[in-house]
């Protein structure tokens, strides 16, 4: 990260008001805003210009626990201080967290790039609806850019309300919450989920949409036989795996896509590995699991199963174990640091170098 001053200005941000987004209401649950940051109507709302490309700022969203489970309908968030009106390239990226309060998060269930536009004055949002993400706890929620500077995220001017909630990704120190590289004040992502927790709508449609069948169908096609029946679940498939490759000296944690997974019925392998701590994602699109480590390297097949039906779907090569890499050993026999040299000398440039990183963000 360079956190130099943005040329030209005595601060990395630019400060600007905008009209508040209200919110609306759905029949099968609430519909709710999730947001960290603290901004109102006519206040203002600071860009911050200190990221290089590949670095990630996230908020995590904590869900009340009656509202449990929530999916996501949309994220919106502000992305601006330069270049108004173009357009830019941005992943964002959503983890499912299964610890709240831990700098790394939990595997990620999302992961696409979109093209975004730099705005003063209006949210970025991005739909979710058909994803079908459903979250049973904390969520987190990143923008990479994938360029320096701004054009970038926002953040408000009330401070660190929530500093347990507000993440950094460096891309050589990794995860850090935004305060611990002196980052004042919330990113202002938000997240609109609709709550399963709440009252259910006469049609019990869990998608929301106008429903005139007297048949209690969720997907609401016509259906005259009376029965009260509901759409099968698809066959078994496997379409993808996130990340594709691990290291064998550790367990890795992967979600898996496709259809038909069902949870404790649904067995996932790699190669001849059954994967451990399985949780299937609700609509059964997606699976998290842990592959265990001590897999000889090598590429595998990601195979899923469904011993009640017999059904098997398979992705070919999809996957691969490496084994660590090695260090060379160093002229004293001391373990050095990547890039410096060995013993004490290499500790105390890298210690130098985190600091002069500190020293920099000091000036954001």
Known sequence: ????????????????????????????????????????????????????????????????????????????????????????????????????????????????????????????????????????????????????????IARDNDGNTFPGRNWIFEVNLGWARSLDFLVQGDWIIRAEVIAAGGPVDPNNDPNNQPNNDTNNDPNNEPNNDGNNDVEPPSGLTVTGINPTQA?????????????????????????????????????????????PAGVIPGTYDVVVNDPASAEQAVLNSGFTVVAPAVAPPSNDGCQSAPGFPGGLGGLAMLLLLIGVNFVRRREA
């Open 1 to 152: 990260m360079n956190w130099n001053h943005r040329p030209q200005k005595s601060l990395t941000f630019v400060w600007v008001s905008f009209a508040l987004i209200l919110l609306t209401t759905t029949a099968w649950g609430q519909t709710k805003e999730l947001q960290n940051d603290g901004w109102l109507d006519n206040t203002a709302a600071g860009f911050q210009g200190g990221f290089v490309s590949g670095e990630i700022g996230a908020v995590s969203f904590v869900p009340d626990a009656q509202d449990l489970p929530v999916r996501l309908q949309k994220i919106k968030f502000l992305f601006g201080g330069d270049n108004e009106g173009a357009t830019y390239a941005a992943r964002i990226k959503v983890w499912a967290e299964t610890t709240e309060g831990a700098a790394s998060p939990g595997p990620l269930v999302f992961d696409e790039e979109f093209e975004i536009t730099s705005s003063t004055q209006a949210f970025n949002e991005v739909d979710f609806s058909s994803s079908n993400l459903t979250f049973e706890g904390p969520f987190r929620v990143g923008i990479e850019a994938g360029h320096n500077g701004f054009p970038n």
């Open 247 to 291: 290291v064998n000296d550790q367990d890795t944690d992967v979600t898996i896509f496709g259809t038909g997974f069902v949870q404790n019925q649904t067995v996932f392998r790699v190669g001849s590995t059954v994967l451990e701590n399985i949780f299937v994602q609700p609509g059964g699109t997606a699976a998290t699991a842990r592959i």
